[in-house]
């Protein structure tokens, strides 16, 4: 157990929908990241959160959006769904979000769209 | 980009062989992590090299990062049905101007070792 928690675990959805996939880092953490992984693509970077601000992203498309709160659980946001979204979802943590940390990550969510 | 190219994609052997897998980039990263990911779950760290040449064991794995500090290897000695799973590995990436280097991981080498 890694101590990140994301819901759902599975999600099954029609194209055009919207999803809120959330994640709760672990105790202590600052740093959330969200990573989507699908068979073709491997692991893809999507965006970074520090302490509720934005930090980097990467290749996250313009559908998708993601926060982190107050509280530093994270939301991402997912708008518009097309067939090729399905993937996992994950979520990781660190405490600094330094690029040399390990990055602990959740069980994923796994988003299916028909 | 800093690609990491990941060989073999697939690999199956039985139970009590070696084998190694390998990861490669054209760019120097300044470290090199390997996860483990296991169906349903997701990755888990194994090792961090940051020292080119420099080798590190955990039980039966066997890490080396390059001298170049361009590729890495990951040898498993007597390979048993628990090592089986998807294994990454993973090099800090300045993905665009101004950004914060993120990792980034390579395609992944599945792993299945047959009892």
């Known amino acids: 157990d890694s101590g990140v928690t994301q819901t759902p675990k599975h999600l099954i959805t029609a194209t055009g929908q919207r999803v809120t996939l959330r994640c709760s880092p672990r105790s202590g953490d600052l740093s959330v990241y969200w990573y989507q992984q699908s068979l073709d693509q491997g692991l893809q970077f999507l965006i970074q959160y520090y302490n509720g601000e934005e930090r980097a992203k ?25 067939l090729g979204d399905s993937a ?6 660190t405490f600094s979000g330094s690029d040399t940390g390990e990055l602990f990550f959740g069980e994923g969510s796994r988003l299916t769209v028909l | 980009t800093q690609l ?16 190694t897998v390998y990861c490669n980039s054209s760019s120097v990263f300044s470290s090199l992590q ?8 997701g990755p888990v760290l194994l090792v961090t090299v940051v ?32 090592d089986t799973g998807l294994y990454l590995c993973a090099g800090p990436t300045i993905l665009s101007s ?14 299945t070792v047959l009892p």
Not at chain 1, 67 to 81: A, G, K, M, T, Y
Not at chain 1, 88 to 93: N, V
Not at chain 2, 4 to 19: C, D, V
């Open chain 1, 88 to 93: 996992l979802y994950f979520c990781a943590s």
């Open chain 1, 58 to 82: 990467g290749n996250i498309l313009e559908r998708f959006s993601a926060q982190q709160f107050p509280d530093l659980h994270s939301e991402l946001n997912l708008s518009s769904l097309e």
């Open chain 2, 51 to 82: 020292t080119g040449g420099e080798v590190k064991k955990l039980k039966r794995l066997t890490f080396q990062f390059g001298d170049a500090r361009k590729d890495s290897s990951l040898h498993i000695t007597a390979a048993q049905p628990g």
């Open chain 2, 34 to 41: 390997w996860y483990r990911q296991e169906p349903g779950e």
């Open chain 2, 98 to 111: 101004g950004s914060a280097r993120q990792l980034t991981f390579g395609s992944g080498t599945q792993l």
């Open chain 2, 4 to 19: 990491l190219e990941q060989s073999p994609q697939f690999l199956s052997i039985q139970e009590g062989e070696n084998l």
